[in-house]
Nanobody, 124 residues
Protein backbone atom coordinates (compact mmCIF):
# COMPACT_ATOMS: atom_id res chain seq x y z
CA UNK A 1 0.00 0.00 0.00
CA UNK A 2 1.49 3.30 -1.11
CA UNK A 3 1.71 5.97 1.54
CA UNK A 4 3.02 9.52 1.38
CA UNK A 5 3.05 11.40 4.66
CA UNK A 6 3.98 15.08 4.68
CA UNK A 7 5.20 17.01 7.70
CA UNK A 8 6.91 20.26 8.54
CA UNK A 9 4.23 22.79 7.71
CA UNK A 10 3.30 25.63 10.00
CA UNK A 11 3.00 29.36 10.49
CA UNK A 12 5.98 31.53 9.64
CA UNK A 13 6.59 35.22 9.09
CA UNK A 14 7.44 36.57 5.66
CA UNK A 15 11.12 36.09 4.97
CA UNK A 16 11.31 32.99 7.12
CA UNK A 17 12.04 29.38 6.24
CA UNK A 18 10.41 25.99 6.55
CA UNK A 19 11.46 22.50 5.50
CA UNK A 20 8.77 20.10 4.43
CA UNK A 21 9.33 16.35 4.50
CA UNK A 22 7.46 13.56 2.77
CA UNK A 23 8.01 10.02 4.00
CA UNK A 24 7.18 7.41 1.37
CA UNK A 25 6.41 3.72 1.68
CA UNK A 26 4.86 0.87 -0.28
CA UNK A 27 6.72 1.32 -3.57
CA UNK A 28 10.23 1.28 -5.03
CA UNK A 29 11.06 4.83 -4.06
CA UNK A 30 14.23 5.16 -6.11
CA UNK A 31 12.41 4.41 -9.37
CA UNK A 32 9.78 7.13 -8.95
CA UNK A 33 9.83 10.84 -9.63
CA UNK A 34 8.87 12.86 -6.56
CA UNK A 35 7.13 16.21 -6.65
CA UNK A 36 5.59 18.93 -4.58
CA UNK A 37 2.37 20.73 -5.44
CA UNK A 38 0.41 23.35 -3.55
CA UNK A 39 -3.15 24.58 -3.40
CA UNK A 40 -4.20 27.95 -2.05
CA UNK A 41 -7.81 28.64 -1.04
CA UNK A 42 -10.03 29.11 -4.08
CA UNK A 43 -7.25 28.17 -6.49
CA UNK A 44 -6.30 25.09 -8.46
CA UNK A 45 -3.55 22.82 -7.28
CA UNK A 46 -0.30 23.95 -8.89
CA UNK A 47 3.10 22.44 -9.51
CA UNK A 48 5.96 23.58 -7.29
CA UNK A 49 8.95 21.28 -7.87
CA UNK A 50 9.92 17.82 -8.99
CA UNK A 51 12.99 15.62 -9.19
CA UNK A 52 14.08 12.14 -10.12
CA UNK A 53 17.64 11.48 -8.95
CA UNK A 54 20.06 14.05 -10.28
CA UNK A 55 20.44 17.79 -9.90
CA UNK A 56 19.65 18.10 -13.61
CA UNK A 57 16.26 16.45 -13.08
CA UNK A 58 15.07 19.22 -10.78
CA UNK A 59 12.33 21.46 -12.13
CA UNK A 60 10.79 24.42 -10.31
CA UNK A 61 7.90 26.69 -11.04
CA UNK A 62 9.15 30.20 -11.78
CA UNK A 63 7.70 31.77 -8.65
CA UNK A 64 9.86 29.65 -6.32
CA UNK A 65 13.13 29.50 -8.27
CA UNK A 66 16.03 30.61 -6.13
CA UNK A 67 13.99 30.28 -2.92
CA UNK A 68 12.88 26.64 -2.76
CA UNK A 69 15.03 23.52 -3.06
CA UNK A 70 13.79 20.00 -3.58
CA UNK A 71 15.94 17.08 -2.47
CA UNK A 72 15.56 13.42 -1.69
CA UNK A 73 17.21 10.79 0.47
CA UNK A 74 16.69 7.41 -1.19
CA UNK A 75 18.08 5.60 1.85
CA UNK A 76 15.30 7.13 3.97
CA UNK A 77 12.59 7.08 1.30
CA UNK A 78 12.03 10.74 1.95
CA UNK A 79 11.74 13.84 -0.20
CA UNK A 80 12.21 17.35 1.14
CA UNK A 81 11.26 20.87 0.17
CA UNK A 82 13.42 23.56 1.71
CA UNK A 83 11.56 26.85 1.50
CA UNK A 84 13.45 30.08 2.14
CA UNK A 85 12.49 33.74 1.83
CA UNK A 86 8.86 32.80 2.20
CA UNK A 87 6.19 35.21 1.00
CA UNK A 88 2.51 35.52 1.93
CA UNK A 89 1.63 34.27 -1.56
CA UNK A 90 3.33 30.96 -0.70
CA UNK A 91 0.49 30.27 1.74
CA UNK A 92 -1.17 27.00 0.69
CA UNK A 93 -1.60 23.36 1.49
CA UNK A 94 1.49 21.59 0.18
CA UNK A 95 1.17 18.10 -1.23
CA UNK A 96 3.76 15.46 -1.97
CA UNK A 97 3.10 13.38 -5.08
CA UNK A 98 4.80 10.63 -7.04
CA UNK A 99 4.74 8.77 -10.35
CA UNK A 100 6.77 5.99 -11.86
CA UNK A 101 9.72 6.83 -14.07
CA UNK A 102 12.12 9.64 -14.77
CA UNK A 103 10.59 11.74 -17.52
CA UNK A 104 10.04 15.29 -16.33
CA UNK A 105 6.42 16.40 -16.03
CA UNK A 106 4.71 19.23 -14.19
CA UNK A 107 1.14 18.15 -14.99
CA UNK A 108 -0.63 17.10 -11.81
CA UNK A 109 -2.84 14.63 -13.69
CA UNK A 110 0.10 12.29 -14.35
CA UNK A 111 0.91 11.92 -10.66
CA UNK A 112 -0.80 8.84 -9.33
CA UNK A 113 -0.13 8.91 -5.60
CA UNK A 114 -0.66 11.84 -3.25
CA UNK A 115 -0.15 12.66 0.38
CA UNK A 116 -2.75 14.27 2.61
CA UNK A 117 -1.07 17.68 2.54
CA UNK A 118 0.48 19.99 5.10
CA UNK A 119 -0.56 23.59 5.69
CA UNK A 120 1.96 26.38 5.19
CA UNK A 121 0.89 29.85 6.28
CA UNK A 122 3.11 32.88 5.75
CA UNK A 123 2.13 36.04 7.59
CA UNK A 124 3.05 39.51 6.37
Amino acid sequence: QVQLVESGGGLVQAGGSLRLSCAASGFAFNTYTMAWFRQAPGKEREFVAQMYWSESSKIYTDSVKGRFTISRDNAKNTVYLQMNSLKPEDTAVYYCATRYGSSPDTDRTVYIYWGQGTQVTVSS
